[in-house]
């Protein structure tokens, strides 16, 4: 795996890696390639922490929890979405959900466009 990502990584291309699970134990790996050319998608690690490890070497997409988007409440959402963006910034990262959307009922609507409207206008 490592030589496939070194050989898309070397004629100019970025590796998309999704790290379903926890991975932390393994992000000292990821740090061995170039600066952008990684990015990695988080699931069930600390994504705040992710990026403390990480930091701007490695760009990060996830943030958001399925379960929150789907059983929190709008403010739950806005907290955790505020949460991630006062200590991780917004450079570096792509936050989306934390995993994909399979089925209507996997978010409720209402909570996503909240995060939506919120990351459009926070620290603007």
Same mark, same amino acid.
């Given at each position: 795996?490592?030589?496939?990502?070194?050989?898309?990584?070397?004629?100019?291309?970025?590796?998309?890696?999704?790290?379903?699970?926890?991975?932390?134990?393994?992000?000292?790996?990821?740090?061995?390639?170039?600066?952008? =050319?990684?990015?990695?998608?988080?699931? $069930? @690690?600390?994504?705040?922490?992710?990026? +403390?490890?990480?930091? %701007?070497? #490695?760009?990060?997409?996830?943030?958001?929890?399925?379960?929150?988007?789907?059983?929190?409440?709008?403010?739950?959402?806005?907290?955790?979405?505020?949460?991630?963006?006062?200590?991780?910034?917004?450079?570096?990262?792509?936050?989306?959900? =934390?995993?994909?959307?399979?089925?209507? $009922? @996997?978010?409720?609507?209402?909570?996503? +466009?909240?995060?939506? %409207?919120? #990351?459009?206008?926070?620290?603007?």
């Amino acid at each position: 795996a490592k030589r496939c990502m070194e050989s898309i990584i070397a004629t100019g291309g970025k590796v998309i890696i999704a790290l379903e699970g926890t991975w932390s134990h393994f992000y000292d790996h990821l740090l061995e390639f170039p600066k952008g =050319s990684v990015v990695a998608c988080i699931e $069930g @690690d600390d994504f705040i922490q992710a990026k +403390k490890d990480l930091g %701007d070497k #490695v760009t990060l997409c996830g943030g958001m929890p399925v379960q929150l988007l789907r059983e929190g409440t709008k403010q739950q959402n806005i907290d955790h979405v505020r949460n991630i963006i006062d200590n991780c910034g917004m450079e570096g990262i792509l936050l989306t959900q =934390s995993q994909a959307l399979l089925s209507p $009922g @996997d978010v409720n609507p209402e909570n996503l +466009k909240a995060v939506v %409207d919120f #990351v459009k206008t926070y620290k603007v």
